[in-house]
């Protein structure tokens, strides 16, 4: 692991796959090294690209997902599986360097181009004996540590849609929750910080106020609330404003994918829409005292950011997403998805790298000719998963074509 962190320990990793180029296009950040240590299937990996979009080709279960899912933790979050941090180590035989469980921790890391020159940013799983707990994330930038997983909100922004995400209109409203919370990440980096800050302090909350003598700790719980209140009403009024940009971008003239409409629901929503922040910080403030007996028993808090819903319909249908087809889900996500990469660009001058596991393989070939010629167009790096080639042969030239079987990457 160490040599993976190291600020030039990428450089002297063995298995160097593909080209070297260079792209400075404005605004455009773009993986272009990717190495990981013990990740998954992965014992060590590494594989360059040149910024064009990355094809990963080959059988089920060869480890293409988990390449996907690598880049994933690049930024703030669970990844795209939503995984616990011990859950991702590669499981091998009994060695030195590795845990009771038989798994050393797992390490990602990138070489990043970026509008403000290169950057190289790693994470990974600290190495821990504690038997009930996976260890904490650690997050390094140019080989200095950082302490918070935010920080990685600075310098990339990676959407991406899986198999598990033709689900998302049908499933609790927490996935919705932070499938809205990656596209503003794009727009405000802050906001990664916005929502840890918040959901530090509702944990602590909700194991305070459980306790017997909880009434003496009435200051800190009202800190603890008044935190509560000043970053739960920004997060829910970044959510807000960002669902209702989106919606101005998915709501043009019809094309290949339908048409979306967006909003945000929820009690600080609304209280959002009829007067100041200010006022609804006051709100949710006095919500959250009221409550302090009933969240105790309940578990959590009855009111708050973490009970608003993201709210998507289908503008040709009229009808809202979670009773349209399986299809018709499909390409409402890909629809909201490329709508996000258009603000970014048009908004912020900047790109997200796109994640697109199995995506082209269900989509007839107007809309996968489609979506094809708006990521080349848009000039944005994309890693595209599938099990066959020929899906891919319009991108020709356009991008660069990797096999992947037995957890081994190599250039096509």
Not at 124 to 142: F, H, K, M, W, Y
Not at 245 to 254: A, E, K, T, V
Not at 361 to 385: M, N, Y
Request: charged share 25%; with cysteine.
């Amino acid at each position: 692991m160490n040599a993976l962190w190291g600020s030039r320990g990428l450089a002297r990793q063995e298995g160097n796959l593909g080209l070297a180029g260079h792209d400075t296009s404005p605004g455009r950040a773009s993986i272009r090294r990717l190495t990981l240590n013990d990740f998954r299937c992965y014992a060590r990996q590494r594989v360059e690209t040149d910024g064009r979009p990355v094809v990963l080709t080959g059988p089920n279960g060869a480890g293409k997902t988990n390449l996907l899912e690598a880049i994933s933790f690049l930024v703030p979050g669970r990844g795209l599986r939503g995984a616990r941090l011990d859950e991702i180590d590669r499981r091998q035989d009994a060695s030195a360097d590795c845990d009771e469980a038989g798994s050393r921790p797992w390490a990602v890391a990138a070489h990043l181009d970026t509008p403000d020159g290169p950057v190289e940013i790693g994470t990974g799983r600290e190495a821990t004996s504690a038997p009930d707990g996976p260890g904490r994330r650690l997050v390094r930038i140019d080989a200095k540590p950082v302490k918070n997983q935010a920080a990685l909100s600075e310098y990339l922004n990676v959407q991406w849609l899986t198999p598990r995400m033709d689900r998302l209109f049908t499933d609790g409203a927490s996935s919705r929750r932070r499938f809205i919370d990656r596209m503003v990440f794009g727009l405000d980096p802050a906001h990664a910080g916005r929502v840890s800050a918040y959901e530090h302090a509702l944990r602590e909350r909700s194991r305070l106020i459980k306790r017997r003598d909880a009434a003496a700790d009435g200051d800190w719980l009202a800190a603890l609330e008044d935190t509560m209140a000043e970053k739960g009403v920004a997060v829910a009024a970044a959510r807000r404003e960002a669902a209702a940009r989106l919606h101005q971008y998915c709501s043009g003239p019809p094309g290949p994918f339908p048409g979306a409409s967006l909003e945000m629901s929820g009690a600080v929503d609304e209280w959002l829409d009829q007067g100041p922040a200010l006022a609804a910080e006051d709100k949710l403030r006095e919500a959250l005292k009221a409550s302090r007996r009933t969240d105790a028993e309940a578990g959590g808090a009855a009111a708050g950011p973490h009970k608003s819903d993201l709210k998507v319909g289908h503008l040709a249908k009229g009808c809202p997403a979670e009773q349209c087809s399986t299809g018709e889900q499909k390409a409402l996500l890909i629809a909201i998805v490329l709508a996000n990469v258009r603000m970014q660009a048009a908004e912020r001058g900047s790109l997200p790298v796109l994640l697109l596991d199995e995506v082209a393989a269900h989509l007839d070939q107007a809309r996968r000719e489609a979506l094809f010629e708006e990521i080349t167009g848009l000039g944005v790096q994309a890693w595209l998963s599938g099990t066959d080639a020929a899906v891919f042969s319009p991108l020709g030239d356009g991008a660069q074509f990797f096999s992947v079987e037995n957890a081994q990457v190599r250039p096509v």
